[in-house]
């Protein structure tokens, strides 16, 4: 018998907001709360915040925290200065996706490690499996919340709540809130300018009212597919797996090749070396079509050549969108292609990435 889904501590005030919610990597998340469009569309123009309380916190300290850093993450935590964030990969000796996830450089030898909610207790045990002396992990994940607030508006809503500025992109603060302490990072999922806050348990509700009488609209994971999709902002699980590697996803720029030594870096020098087998294309629809969703077929002339990863019709373009990986001659912009929808097949076309992006600047 499966277990339960898992709740956040903001469960309950979203429920009597009015959220309808969904298993999501084992935990109930609202999936929205008026509507997926009207979501999409306040972040894009104005301000929403996002529960990610899902998503698990681990700390990893110590005199070793850096060089084993180094070792277990695809990126160059020399380029990650204290104050600041990073983008990185967990992957396995075959070089395929663990996870992706944010590294927070909190001190020299201290870093916080944001990862996917559904990977928690794999990427525990993946470093807890691979530790060495010196290297100190502990897992906050079940005793801190999240929140992403994100949209032009965003900067408002932070000096509202906090008295100054936002953070500027990948960088972090520690700050004092409601009796208790608070990582401010400008980080985000959607494309827009926004924030992430993440802080124990017990300032929840607290946090998530000064927020919204700031001026931010509850969203929910609805919205937040559909943007990060126009943004072509890959999703664990759908567009990563441990048997794909970031540079077949198109994410070779957050792999640091010319470091000496991380796991699976031999893997995708011999994959770089070889030629890659396929390519994580953007997809977008150029008939009036059902959305596309994940696991599509997608075709070239009538004949399978892949199929999606994601997809969905987007609120900016009113078009449908996808995510697939296809063999490299069929992923190049301007191809046209076919996206099998229940049976039938309707045409689209390869697009540079990513579908959109974002203009409007609201600061005030």
């Not at 603060?173 to 992430?196: D, Q, S, W």
């Not at 294309?281 to 075709?299: D, F, I, N, W």
């Amino acid at each position: 018998m499966s277990s339960a889904p898992r709740r956040t501590p903001l469960f309950e005030l979203q429920h009597a907001a009015g959220a309808r919610c969904i298993n999501f990597g084992g935990w109930e998340m609202p999936v929205q709360f008026t509507s997926i469009l009207d979501e999409h569309n306040t972040v894009r123009t104005a301000c929403g915040v996002f529960d990610i309380s899902h998503m698990g916190e681990i700390f990893v300290s110590g005199p070793e925290a850096f060089d084993w850093l180094q070792h277990m993450l695809a990126n160059d935590l020399a380029k990650c200065p204290v104050g600041s964030s990073q983008y990185t990969f967990l992957l396995n000796e075959r070089g395929g996706v663990i996870d992706d996830l944010i590294v927070y450089r909190l001190h020299d030898d201290e870093f916080l490690l944001l990862v996917n909610a559904a990977k928690i207790d794999e990427d525990a045990a993946w470093l807890a499996a691979h530790t060495r002396e010196g290297a100190v992990i502990d897992n906050r994940s079940s005793t801190m919340c999240a929140l992403a607030v994100q949209g032009p508006a965003s900067p408002a809503v932070f000096r509202a709540v906090f008295g100054r500025e936002i953070p500027e992109r990948n960088t972090f603060v520690a700050l004092e809130k409601c009796r208790g302490a608070v990582i401010a990072a400008g980080t985000g999922y959607t494309g827009e300018t926004g924030f992430e806050l993440f802080f124990p348990n017990s300032l929840a509700s607290d946090i998530w009212h000064s927020v919204i009488e700031a001026g931010a609209t509850p969203c929910g994971l609805g919205a937040r597919d559909t943007l990060r999709l126009e943004m072509c902002y890959p999703l664990n699980g759908s567009d990563l797996s441990p048997d794909r590697t970031p540079l077949e996803a198109g994410l070779g720029i957050f792999v640091a090749l010319d470091k000496p030594d991380f796991i699976g870096r031999e893997a995708l020098l011999a994959q770089k070396g070889a030629g890659l087998p396929s390519r994580l294309a953007a997809l977008r629809m150029t008939v009036k079509s059902p959305p596309p969703r994940a696991h599509y077929p997608v075709l070239a002339d009538g004949v399978p050549i892949g199929e999606t990863t994601s997809g969905a019709l987007s609120p900016s373009l009113g078009e449908g969108i996808a995510l697939a990986y296809l063999p490299p001659d069929f992923a190049k912009p301007g191809r046209k292609l076919e996206i099998d929808i229940r049976g039938r097949s309707f045409e689209a076309v390869v697009e540079k990435k990513p579908f959109y992006r974002p203009s409007s600047k609201i600061s005030a």
